[in-house]
């Protein structure tokens, strides 16, 4: 399986880096950032923001920033759409969403929807994915919490 992992408004720099040392370690083929997620390198930045950001995000991607295939996205709705084009599935992971089919992780049928190509979306830590991207979403799942608190932290989901 192929995946491509999209960070779309993550707002931590912690978090962004905690999820992309999991997605090298997991063999993330590339990492879409897009939204207000903080970018690594980012050249559009002063000098002394960048390095800011830098820092704070190898803190916890600990080099892994530097070994994924990572680009900036300004505009992930036409990126999604070429990526469906091109084939690949648009798999959102999101929790307690309504009026819309979304399938457990642990979910016997799930296995037999998904494709060897996927998108994966992590949203936004608090509101989660924005719904103007649900449209171009192809499915989307979540994982099943078993004690009290609704939801993962976005890095921990990922």
Same mark, same amino acid.
């Given at each position: 399986?192929?995946?491509?992992?999209?960070?779309?408004?993550?707002?931590?720099?912690?978090?962004?880096?905690?999820?992309?040392?999991?997605?090298?370690?997991?063999?993330?083929?590339?990492?879409?950032?897009?939204?207000?997620?903080?970018?690594?390198?980012?050249?559009?930045?002063?000098?002394?923001?960048?390095?800011?950001?830098?820092?704070?995000?190898?803190?916890?991607?600990?080099?892994?920033?530097?070994?994924?295939?990572?680009?900036?996205?300004?505009?992930?709705?036409?990126?999604?759409?070429?990526? $469906? &084009?091109?084939?690949?599935? /648009? !798999?959102?992971?999101?929790?307690?969403?309504? @009026?819309?089919?979304? =399938?457990? +992780?642990? %979910?016997?049928?799930?296995? $037999? &929807?998904?494709?060897?190509? /996927? !998108?994966?979306?992590?949203?936004?830590?608090? @509101?989660?994915?924005? =719904?103007? +991207?649900? %449209?171009?979403?192809?499915?989307?799942?979540?994982?099943?919490?078993?004690?009290?608190?609704?939801?993962?932290?976005?890095?921990?989901?990922?």
């Amino acid at each position: 399986m192929k995946l491509i992992l999209v960070l779309d408004n993550i707002r931590s720099t912690y978090n962004v880096g905690a999820i992309l040392r999991t997605a090298e370690g997991l063999g993330v083929s590339r990492g879409i950032l897009s939204g207000y997620t903080p970018r690594v390198h980012d050249a559009n930045l002063l000098p002394h923001l960048r390095d800011k950001l830098d820092h704070e995000i190898h803190k916890t991607a600990l080099g892994a920033e530097d070994l994924l295939d990572i680009y900036s996205c300004g505009d992930i709705i036409s990126e999604l759409k070429n990526l $469906k &084009k091109q084939g690949w599935q /648009i !798999v959102g992971l999101e929790n307690n969403i309504e @009026n819309v089919p979304i =399938y457990a +992780l642990n %979910d016997p049928r799930l296995k $037999k &929807k998904l494709t060897d190509e /996927i !998108v994966l979306i992590l949203g936004e830590e608090v @509101n989660g994915i924005d =719904y103007s +991207l649900y %449209d171009i979403i192809d499915l989307f799942v979540e994982i099943p919490m078993k004690g009290q608190k609704e939801s993962f932290n976005v890095s921990v989901a990922a």
